[in-house]
């Protein structure tokens, strides 16, 4: 069970590098926080930024360039209270040579007290590839963020499994959000790559996606993590980790099996460094609308293969072909159980399920048992959202209140019932699945 702890933070900026002040305890009754720097402690209390500032200053003796209070660490996560869980904040100061890399170690839970231990070792013993995190991704940390694999391996253990459900603006992703925190299911969260006008994703659109993901992910009460699915290239999984997502995946599927390995490698290599978790493939999927191309029938996805794949890659979790086909929007997939117990006896990693919109409700429990962990739903969730605008516009009066149609929000906004639509599929999907309740 995943819960809660909120605790706030504090980053200095100094000319030689980043000091992170990490709660050290917290006294509920005077809602105070304690903080513990290189050195002493420090009550921070509600005193201001300067007050702050000046005391660090006299503690430390350091010249401090710049002090960035981050206000309040909205989550930290820890499972059943046990010890032992590690937090991983990476800050790439404004300087090249003054990166400073955190790994704190949770000591312990006690009457509302956070204890923490903290190891300092410089960025440059890392390569530069792996541990270049820039200060936008400390709202990965901020938000809360669960780890995906923590998150598919509960659901292997309790016998359901968890929702990708891919969103495509805020409505959809507000949809999902809303979806989960009524089901009180975990969710990931998480924009494609694959469908996405390149020009746009690469021109800034891929960073504004991962703002509406880390906001969104920061008003969760729900275990969340963030996935970037299916990214074109390397660079694209760079910014995803720095902007704020905790899981990415590669699209790898037209690459050799050799060619696969290697750029996934080097993808869990720059995601691992940073605490964040990779999805690998190793079949390109049937196509049903003839958008992505693909097979024009299923490749099972070898149990040998996959077995070396996942050795050689450390992906945390692996998507497979069993039958499963892509934007299937008519009929159902045949899927081949038995040769999804094959691959479960060959791969201990959660598997995963791609084209979750035409895998049959049926073979859903069969598939958990077999080690599914986690559904990747998305085709639906857009048709759902298109029938109903459709319905609404057709029943809109000759005379409309702009105002109110069109991005009030209100009940007369004309994508209100689009938007209610999706949740309700989701909603459906997450008790199809197991994972409402389990929040």
């Known amino acids: 069970m995943v819960r809660k702890l909120i605790r706030p933070l504090a980053i200095c900026v100094f000319r030689r590098g980043a000091l992170i002040l990490v709660a050290e305890g917290y006294d509920p009754t005077k809602q105070q926080a304690f903080y513990r720097p290189l050195g002493g402690t420090i009550e921070f209390g509600e005193r201001s930024d300067e007050a702050v500032v000046r005391e660090v200053r006299e503690e430390l003796g350091a010249e401090i360039n710049n002090l960035c209070l981050l206000g309040t660490l909205e989550s930290v996560f820890t499972y059943d209270g046990q010890p032992g869980h590690e937090i991983v904040l990476v800050y790439q100061a404004e300087f090249a040579d003054c990166s400073i890399y955190e790994r704190a170690q949770l000591d312990g839970i006690e009457d509302g ?3 923490f231990k903290a190891v300092w070792k410089p960025l440059s013993d890392f390569a530069s590839d792996r541990a270049i995190l820039y200060p936008e991704g400390l709202a990965k940390l901020l938000s809360g963020l669960a780890p995906m694999r923590d998150m598919l391996q509960a659901a292997l253990a309790g016998g359901y499994a968890i929702g990708y459900f891919e969103a495509w603006d805020q409505h959809s992703l507000e949809a999902v959000l809303e979806a989960a925190e009524e089901s009180r299911s975990p969710v990931i969260l998480g924009f494609g790559g694959e469908l996405i006008d390149q020009r746009w994703y690469d021109g800034g659109g891929q960073r504004r996606l991962a703002a509406l993901g880390v906001a969104a992910a920061a008003e969760a009460t729900v275990p969340v993590s ?3 699915n299916e990214v074109a290239n390397l660079e694209q999984v760079r910014r995803g980790l ?8 590669l699209d790898t599927s037209e690459l050799p099996f050799d060619e696969n390995v290697a750029a996934t490698r080097r993808v869990v290599e720059a995601a691992h460094a940073l605490g964040a978790d990779v999805e690998g493939e190793i079949n390109r999927l049937p196509d049903a609308s003839g958008t992505l191309g693909g097979p024009a029938a299923p490749e099972l996805t070898d149990p040998q293969q996959a077995a070396r794949y996942v050795a050689e890659t450390g992906v945390d979790a ?4 069993t039958g499963n086909v892509h934007i299937l929007m008519e009929g159902e997939a045949r899927i081949d159980l038995d040769h999804l117990a094959r691959l479960r006896r060959a791969v201990e990693v959660p598997l995963v399920i791609h084209g979750g919109t035409g895998f049959p409700d049926h073979a859903v429990p069969r598939a958990i048992e077999l080690g599914v962990a986690k559904f990747n739903v998305g085709s639906v969730m857009k048709q759902v959202f298109l029938d109903r605008l459709r319905q609404t516009i057709a029943a809109l009066p000759a005379r409309v209140n702009l105002q109110e149609a069109i991005g009030s929000r209100k009940a007369g906004d004309i994508l209100q019932p689009a938007k209610d639509a999706v949740k309700a599929e989701v909603m459906r ?6 994972s409402a309740g389990r929040a």
Do not use: D, H
């Open 226 to 228: 963030l996935l970037f």
């Open 242 to 249: 720095a902007w704020g997502f905790n899981a990415v995946m």
């Open 429 to 434: 999907r997450m008790t199809l699945y197991g």
């Open 318 to 321: 692996l998507s497979i072909s």
């Open 113 to 115: 007290a956070v204890a």
